[in-house]
């Protein structure tokens, strides 16, 4: 009887294959798309919307870095992962956003961890946008707080789940812009609420950072929220700096219990000096040439002016997220691929990384895009319209 269960094993994981046929019916199944350096691939798919990653400043500090702290940052923050590379990125991004402290993570998807698991424990409540990020969503489950999802983006629906809170404590979480339509939502009316019911305020600015406010100093201090007592924002490295990592920024009180409080910071290894590096002289590429965040924005509302005239379903354009409503999974998909197919690289929206369950393809705007590029990507993208 052993033999024969050795020679012939129960097939554990068969619901797997049930499970990837649903997904192909559906039209969501998803494959890794490996990109190379074709010049002829024009892409308004991906997320560097200030044009830094390739910024000569930029690589040339990617690379002095390597060359003088190595290829990682060998242990954790609190070990030894903590170069003077990251202090002086920490020290700058403060600054800039006028905040008391900032905390780098190796990724922005960590740092929400972070924030969200510091900040609520069993017994305080959370409420969240409906539309919030996947990271944020997370961090409730590790959290053990009480979680109520508030319409999206209504002030009002937020100040009735905290008024009728049992709760203690309370913290809102919201996006600044959020990342499948680009919206951006009205930070000052949710403070208000928050300060009348005795609520902290988190903010996702991961799309705002480096976009929002004359200088790209985000939505947050676009606001005038920069400074507040009661307010903590994270962002990503990944997007307007062009480099990789996420921050926390905020009051030092609360950075500080981030620091000692978040296992994703604890127990991670630290972000690479080199994309330490490369984030800080983004940074400061971006302090030199502040007009870099107006151009991104007027690319972004180039392209929902002319989608829109061509009958498209188009988001209004508040950031540098352009997102276009498809007919379903399926052939949201098909569209996508076909923009590849014609030089054109968009994104592709669907079920369940959209919670209102409507597909999209979505473009970034990006601030050295040309005309020319934003004449092919409009051209492309009606063309191949389902």
């Given at each position: 009887?052993?033999?024969?269960?050795?020679?012939?094993?129960?097939?554990?994981?068969?619901?797997?294959?049930?499970?990837?046929?649903?997904?192909?019916?559906?039209?969501?199944?998803?494959?890794?798309?490996?990109?190379?350096?074709?010049?002829?691939?024009?892409?308004?798919?991906?997320?560097?919307?200030?044009?830094?990653?390739?910024?000569?400043?930029?690589?040339?500090?990617?690379?002095?870095?390597?060359?003088?702290?190595?290829?990682?940052?060998?242990?954790?923050?609190?070990?030894?992962?903590?170069t003077e590379v990251h202090a002086e990125l920490e020290r700058?991004?403060?600054?800039?956003?006028?905040?008391?402290?900032?905390?780098?993570?190796?990724?922005?998807?960590?740092?929400?961890?972070?924030?969200?698991t510091a900040l609520a424990r069993p017994g305080t409540l959370?409420?969240?946008?409906?539309?919030?990020?996947?990271?944020?969503?997370?961090?409730?489950?590790?959290?053990?707080?009480?979680?109520?999802?508030?319409?999206?983006?209504?002030?009002?629906?937020?100040?009735?789940?905290?008024?009728?809170?049992?709760?203690?404590?309370?913290?809102?979480?919201?996006?600044?812009?959020?990342?499948?339509?680009?919206?951006?939502?009205?930070?000052?009316?949710?403070?208000?609420?928050?300060?009348?019911?005795?609520?902290?305020l988190l903010v996702d600015d991961a799309h705002g950072f480096?976009?929002?406010?004359?200088?790209?100093?985000?939505?947050?201090?676009?606001?005038?929220?920069?400074?507040?007592?009661?307010?903590?924002?994270?962002?990503?490295?990944?997007?307007?700096?062009?480099?990789?990592?996420?921050?926390?920024?905020?009051?030092?009180?609360?950075?500080?219990?981030?620091?000692?409080?978040?296992?994703?910071?604890?127990?991670?290894?630290?972000?690479?000096?080199?994309?330490?590096?490369?984030?800080?002289?983004?940074?400061?590429?971006?302090?030199?040439?502040?007009?870099?965040?107006?151009?991104?924005?007027?690319?972004?509302?180039?392209?929902?002016?002319?989608?829109?005239?061509?009958?498209?379903?188009?988001?209004?354009?508040?950031?540098?997220?352009?997102?276009?409503?498809?007919?379903?999974?399926?052939?949201?998909?098909?569209?996508?691929?076909?923009?590849?197919?014609?030089?054109?690289?968009?994104?592709?929206?669907?079920?369940?990384?959209?919670?209102?369950?409507?597909?999209?393809?979505?473009?970034?705007?990006?601030?050295?895009?040309?005309?020319?590029?934003?004449?092919?990507?409009?051209?492309?993208?009606?063309?191949?319209?389902?």
């Amino acid at each position: 009887m052993e033999a024969e269960r050795r020679s012939s094993p129960h097939d554990v994981f068969a619901w797997i294959d049930d499970s990837a046929r649903r997904r192909d019916r559906a039209g969501l199944t998803r494959r890794v798309q490996v990109r190379g350096t074709r010049a002829s691939v024009i892409d308004f798919g991906g997320n560097d919307y200030l044009g830094l990653t390739r910024h000569p400043d930029v690589v040339r500090a990617v690379a002095d870095a390597a060359l003088t702290w190595g290829a990682g940052s060998t242990g954790s923050r609190l070990a030894t992962g903590t170069t003077e590379v990251h202090a002086e990125l920490e020290r700058e991004l403060a600054e800039f956003c006028g905040a008391e402290a900032a905390l780098v993570f190796s990724s922005g998807y960590l740092a929400n961890l972070g924030a969200v698991t510091a900040l609520a424990r069993p017994g305080t409540l959370i409420a969240s946008d409906v539309f919030n990020h996947a990271s944020l969503i997370d961090g409730y489950r590790l959290s053990g707080a009480d979680v109520v999802n508030t319409e999206h983006a209504d002030s009002q629906a937020l100040a009735h789940v905290l008024a009728e809170r049992e709760q203690q404590r309370a913290v809102a979480v919201t996006e600044s812009v959020f990342s499948v339509d680009g919206d951006l939502v009205d930070l000052s009316a949710i403070l208000a609420v928050c300060r009348d019911h005795a609520a902290g305020l988190l903010v996702d600015d991961a799309h705002g950072f480096g976009v929002i406010g004359e200088r790209g100093e985000g939505a947050v201090a676009a606001a005038g929220l920069d400074g507040s007592p009661d307010v903590v924002t994270t962002i990503t490295l990944s997007k307007s700096l062009g480099a990789q990592g996420g921050a926390v920024i905020g009051p030092r009180r609360v950075i500080e219990h981030v620091m000692n409080m978040a296992r994703s910071f604890l127990f991670d290894t630290g972000l690479a000096p080199a994309s330490a590096a490369g984030a800080l002289a983004a940074l400061r590429v971006l302090r030199a040439e502040p007009d870099r965040p107006a151009r991104a924005r007027a690319v972004a509302v180039a392209i929902a002016e002319r989608l829109a005239a061509a009958g498209l379903a188009v988001t209004e354009a508040q950031a540098a997220v352009v997102s276009v409503r498809g007919p379903s999974a399926a052939q949201t998909a098909e569209w996508a691929e076909s923009c590849l197919a014609d030089g054109v690289k968009v994104a592709c929206f669907r079920p369940p990384s959209v919670p209102d369950r409507f597909s999209r393809i979505r473009l970034t705007a990006r601030a050295e895009l040309t005309g020319a590029e934003i004449d092919r990507a409009v051209e492309v993208v009606v063309k191949n319209s389902p």
